[in-house]
């Protein structure tokens, strides 16, 4: 311990290497000769720099007893089971909660003003931090089977190969222990452990091979399993683990004799002692989690099989947020909220009144211009991190790995978190050169939804999902649901459709005044409590029913979120296929080209709109019956004027410019033309007011003007498609 303090770059706290002395075995082998003074230090050829893209530090390598570590809450590979600081809101189906992590200071100012290279935190009492220990311990069991073989006979038959990484960190009870009749406190008030950094599979399986637990490990062993009488629990590791390892060498000897190989000290015989790599410094040690951290992400970033999905996107988020703090190009405190290390509330730019569904939006939006950024500093880092292409050749697999990343980030500040592939809603052209948006408050968008176009696209495109996915409304298309049932109102089981998320969100964009609605709920329903969300009518009003995934799928159906087929390219005139059209006497002209024609004269905006012209192929030969001839002045087809010059013949196809700019008119009098219905239904709706009419759309017209609509708006939906398709759109929806 005094040599470890007096090697160079060693910051470890003496109570840590108090703690590690216990269980280290030959420590001379890892000490230098003492020098002139008689001074003993560790020996360089034990001590290795371990550089990280969040920073670097200074490990030890050392032979410990194989019981020694303790598998740690804050592992990564489990990080999806714990409630996060990051929620700002505790509800009804919010798991066990972390301790937050912060460095260790310096017992006194001499001793400099940095902390020490080890991190301490602060559990409300012993049992709570027992439990979360154990709780760890049995998630990793929980997840072995993601594992193609059984690691814990691996380690029997072959021992650890690797060395695994461990990290000082201190815990300081809020509830003081209670004295016993003596006066004496029941346990200590606060415990020093090695957290397993890396190796916490390996950690949690020697320890099972010896019959014991890391609770046990950090917060103390009973009696009964050092082969001693009573219930006593000893809290000191230097008199536990000798009485352990009596009673383990007893046993093996009669284990020998007996022949018995399935005896607990013949199986540990192969993990009795391990190699370990033990952190003792760092330059940075206010960043010392997030180093340690980043160390073992590597992995991720060609993920194990054991880590499941919402685990590894978090780890990629981390993982680039840790190189932003690392380069200077984002804010340490941020970066914690980000990472899901502190509360969304220490923000410097949340608001002292921002309700919990505006909290988690603000940190859901930060992050996501962090992985998508358009500076190009962090698009260099970016890539480094996650080891992806330049940006002009971003590939889909790239973006949607950085869309889970954020979704599963986002997903801490939730009370569960929701499959992470819920968010690749994006296209590689569209961000590859970094996601622009408004960054407006979300209050200001819920408000303006339902008439401002840009905020409206804005909350369905990078909310939406997420705030259906953390009610269980919709989840990601997991391909087959074939025998997959969901809840009816009735309480009877219905089929599920198989959708894509796009198309959730697409099916939003065709019915505004009620997807509205919608949104406006899910943000009430987390702002009291993360309660379960009311449906809504299709004028926006609360019902008394709950939201599910059956009524989403009714009211939001499929087929009013399809994108429809391409629309070919304008076809030049004098080409091919006209000259074969032509040779056949032009007897039956097609009616696209003649109600193209009629676009080049439209109405004057504010004019009443003329219907379009049609022309029935079945008319016989020659001119059809809907033509009319106008003495003097040309020909009426349905009521649209035809130029003299055409009277008797077709017209000619309109130009490519022509076409354009009557798709455009033709646009403007839509919109115009919806203008005059809204204002219309407004007018209905005050006057019925007035006249005290609480429904004055229960008749016949009311069902007209709905099965209007309705067939009305898919339409509209098919031809905004066309029109993006087209390379139309240069604005957010709606505009």
């Not at 269980?23 to 550089?51: I, M, N």
């Not at 005139?573 to 109600?595: H, I, K, M, V």
């Amino acid at each position: 311990m005094d040599a470890a303090l007096a090697t160079p770059h060693v910051k470890s706290p003496r109570a840590a290497l108090q703690n590690a002395a216990a269980f280290l075995v030959d420590p001379e082998h890892t000490l230098s000769e003492p020098d002139a003074r008689g001074v003993r230090t560790l020996r360089e050829g034990a001590l290795r720099t371990v550089r990280t893209d969040a920073g670097e530090m200074l490990v030890v390598e050392v032979q410990m007893h194989g019981v020694a570590g303790v598998v740690w809450e804050h592992n990564e590979r489990i990080s999806s089971l714990w409630h996060s600081t990051a929620d700002p809101a505790v509800g009804g189906r919010t798991k066990r909660s972390l301790t937050r992590v912060h460095p260790w200071p310096r017992e006194s100012p001499d001793d400099g003003e940095q902390p020490y290279a080890a991190l301490l935190s602060h559990p409300p009492n012993r049992q709570w931090l027992a439990s979360n220990t154990e709780e760890a311990s049995d998630e990793l069991d929980r997840r072995d089977g993601l594992r193609s073989y059984d690691l814990k006979e691996d380690l029997v038959l072959n021992g650890q190969q690797e060395p695994g990484m461990y990290i000082p960190q201190r815990f300081c009870l809020v509830e003081q222990p209670q004295p016993n009749s003596d006066g004496v406190p029941v346990h200590p008030a606060e415990y020093v452990g090695w957290m397993a950094v890396r190796g916490n599979n390996r950690t949690k399986r020697r320890q099972d091979i010896f019959g014991l637990t890391s609770a046990e490990v950090l917060t103390g062993v009973p009696a009964s399993k050092l082969g001693l009488p009573g219930d006593e629990v000893f809290f000191d590791p230097q008199f536990w683990l000798e009485k352990l390892s009596d009673r383990l060498n007893q046993e093996w000897a009669e284990a020998r004799l007996a022949g018995d190989d399935e005896a607990t000290a013949i199986r540990a015989t192969n993990v009795a002692v391990v190699t370990a790599h033990l952190v003792v410094g760092t330059p940075t040690p206010e960043r010392l989690y997030r180093i340690v951290q980043m160390s073992n992400r590597r992995d991720h970033v060609h993920p194990p099989l054991e880590f499941v999905p919402n685990d590894r996107g978090r780890a990629l988020g981390r993982s680039v947020l840790g190189m932003y703090v690392a380069r200077g190009v984002l804010d340490e405190k941020e970066s914690q909220v980000l990472s899901g290390l502190a509360p969304v509330s220490e923000l410097s730019i949340a608001a002292e009144d921002a309700t919990v569904s505006e909290l988690r939006d603000l940190r859901s939006m930060m992050i996501l211009r962090e992985l998508f950024p358009t500076d190009p500093h962090k698009k260099l880092l970016i890539r480094r991190a996650l080891s992806e292409s330049p940006p002009s050749q971003l590939s889909s697999p790239e973006i949607n790995r950085r869309a889970r990343a954020w979704s599963a980030l986002t997903s801490e500040s939730y009370p569960a978190p929701w499959n992470p592939r819920i968010a690749e809603v994006f296209n590689a052209g569209s961000v590859r050169a970094g996601l622009q948006f408004s960054g407006r408050p979300l209050r200001e968008l819920l408000n303006a939804a339902d008439k401002d176009d840009d905020a409206f696209e804005e909350l369905v495109a990078y909310r939406a999902a997420h705030w259906l996915a953390a009610f269980d409304i919709i989840d990601a298309d997991r391909g087959s649901l074939a025998g997959q049932k969901t809840d009816d109102d009735d309480g009877a089981k219905a089929a599920r459709v198989r959708r894509t998320v796009k198309n959730h969100l697409n099916a939003l964009r065709s019915n505004r005044v009620m997807a509205v609605a919608v949104l406006r709920e899910l943000a009430r329903a987390m702002d009291e409590g993360d309660r379960r969300p009311f449906r809504v009518s299709r004028s926006g009003a609360l019902l008394i029913e709950e939201m599910s995934t059956a009524w989403f799928d009714r009211e939001f159906p499929k087929d009013s979120g399809k994108r429809r087929p391409k629309v070919p390219a304008p076809r030049p005139s004098g080409s091919a296929s006209d000259a074969a059209r032509n040779d056949t006497g032009g007897t039956e002209p097609s009616t696209q080209l003649f109600a193209q024609h009629a676009w080049r004269e439209q109405p004057a905006a504010g004019a009443a709109l003329s219907p379009l012209p049609v022309l029935s192929p079945s008319a016989g030969e020659g001119a059809s019956p809907a033509m009319e001839v106008s003495a003097g002045t040309g020909a009426t087809v349905s009521g649209a004027a035809v130029p003299s010059e055409a009277v008797g013949t077709w017209p000619a196809e309109p130009t490519f410019e022509e076409q354009v700019g009557a798709a455009a008119d033709l646009t403007r009098q839509l919109l115009e033309l919806a203008e005059r219905v809204e204002a219309s239904l407004a007018a209905v709706s005050a006057a019925a007011a007035k006249a005290g009419i609480d429904r004055p759309l229960a008749g016949e017209a009311g069902a007209e003007a709905a099965r209007n609509l309705a067939r009305t708006l898919p339409s509209v939906r098919t031809m905004r498609d066309t029109v993006e398709d087209l390379g139309g759109r240069t604005v957010p929806y709606g505009s």
